[in-house]
């Protein structure tokens, strides 16, 4: 077994790595590998991007990319689902996005992994608030909760049935019990 | 296999139960057990608890109980170290500490073990911060990093050298790096 680590010493230089599977995340001057999604990772990305989508896209409020590197700062992250205000994407002459995102989004969120660093995960979402992003999600399917982030306040945990903090001016209504009940498919 | 579910109604309830192996908190009306700790969670939580003491008890300025069922409000912890300042502690007529702490720890001090829902940890620290708690430590041993919460402030990441906050009066200078330097045994 050849066991190949790639260093960089710079952002720039991180990326203009290719792309690798897993996906990878430059942190602190380090590469380091997001755990590979499963099962429930997958469908609450997939579901919650969707509800997201399906408010805001038409009336061009915001956008949610699932799997989207954001890089800014020092880091170059991959948030699960990384939401941006409208105005905030940039779009080439003929209206497509762009590719490359160089900067945070507005409402970053994250799905827990098993074995996943948490403390590490959170880190990612201070550092996106620290630049000016509005809003951070961590959602737990192990504990069926969601610890939510706000600029320069006590993060507080949600579970149950009651409305979670949304980025203002998106008209949605969905509680830690909606998102889980996702999980439930058969 | 007989699988055996206890419920307890209240906290008053949940406190006449007998102690079970693992240990159970009761968090939101319901009865959860904390993982059994492995090897690098029992290797932290001695050498800081005696860390601290070393520091503090004979000057009798606080104490670290490792493993100390603290109960209040509605729920019943046991947080990985309990910090009680000394004149928060209760002790009987003969001098012995008291067996029942019915109150929050001045500092609670949580370290992650795997598979361990860090959400859930979260929110037993801010529940202690809610309640009058000054400083939360959460140790991700996986991440070499130590998440530092402290009333109505945004949490910080802590990595590398730099002396950690410590609860006020102490006279302890601790990095993250000696922390997770005590891992290493052999």
Known sequence: MTLTITVADSLEEFLKLPESKPVCEYINGQIIPKPMP??????????LSNKINEIV???????AFPELRCSFGTRSIVPDIAVFRWSRILFEENGEVYDDFLCYPDWSIE????????????????????????????IDPNDRSILVFQPHEQPRLWQGSDSLPILNELDLAL?????FAWLKMG
Chains 1, 2 share one sequence.
């Open 38 to 47: 499963k099962g429930k990772h997958s469908r609450l990305q997939l579901k």
């Open 57 to 63: 896209e038409s009336k061009k409020i915001a956008y």
């Open 111 to 138: 799905i827990l992994s098993p074995e996943q660093s948490s403390n590490r995960v959170i880190g990612n979402i201070l550092y996106c608030l620290e630049y000016g992003c509005e809003l951070g999600w961590l």
């Open 175 to 179: 509680s830690a019990d909606d998102i």
